[in-house]
């Protein structure tokens, strides 16, 4: 799963490498910076799970293919609390790194206002759990598909403001030992909610 993770990622990046140069080439880059809202849908077999829902800093970089594609990476990390059992286990924090791609397409015949929906990858890396005194608790990486919808509104030929909504698809194996040993599949499956800031070079 990892592989194909990187593989589909690896692609994107070649696509965009590999298209054609255009006049004002960079004019093709847009960075957005922001805040986003990372809101699991959560659910676990065979032990319900709770997970917290988080606001952290965010980071997108877009590349334009032309008026009405683009490629966007959407970077974050996000630390939240976990419980189990309807709260009776306390399994403490986990930092995830959830790294998506997704190809967009967008709508430019509405002025200032541009709304695009996308499709694409997400591949995230847990890299950090801190569990109470007595247990360890470990979570597999996950790759899954991801969907967003939103728009920028160009304030100028550089500068816009940006509201996303995503729905990622995250599913690992979490493994409890210690005092407690059990395994669990999870389906993370957040919401991501962005309002972002951003500039077009």
């Not at 990187?6 to 990046?13: G, K, L, P, S």
């Not at 286990?89 to 002025?111: A, S």
């Amino acid at each position: 799963m990892i592989k194909m993770g990187a593989a589909a990622f690896a692609a994107i990046t070649a696509l965009a490498l590999a298209a054609p140069a255009q006049a004002g080439v960079l004019d093709n880059f847009q960075i957005k910076v922001g805040v986003s809202g990372v809101m699991p849908d959560e659910s676990g077999d065979p032990i319900d799970v709770d997970i917290s829902d988080e606001w952290v800093p965010s980071l997108q970089v877009e590349y334009f293919f032309n008026d009405h594609v683009s490629a966007e990476l959407l970077c974050c990390v996000a630390t939240h609390e976990v419980t189990a059992a309807s709260g009776a286990i306390d399994l403490g924090e986990v930092t995830h790194f959830p790294p998506t791609v997704t190809l967009k397409y967008r709508w430019t015949n509405f002025g200032q206002f541009e709304p695009y929906v996308g499709a694409g990858v997400n591949y995230t890396a847990f890299i950090d759990s801190e569990p109470p005194a007595g247990l360890s608790v470990e979570y597999d990486a996950s790759v899954g598909p991801a969907l967003q919808a939103g728009f920028d509104y160009r304030l100028d030929d550089h500068w816009g403001v940006n509201f996303d909504v995503r729905r990622i698809w995250i599913n690992t194996d979490v493994t409890i030992s210690g005092a407690i040993n059990a395994t669990d599949e999870v389906d993370i499956n957040p919401w991501v909610v962005s309002t972002s800031v951003a500039y077009r070079f």
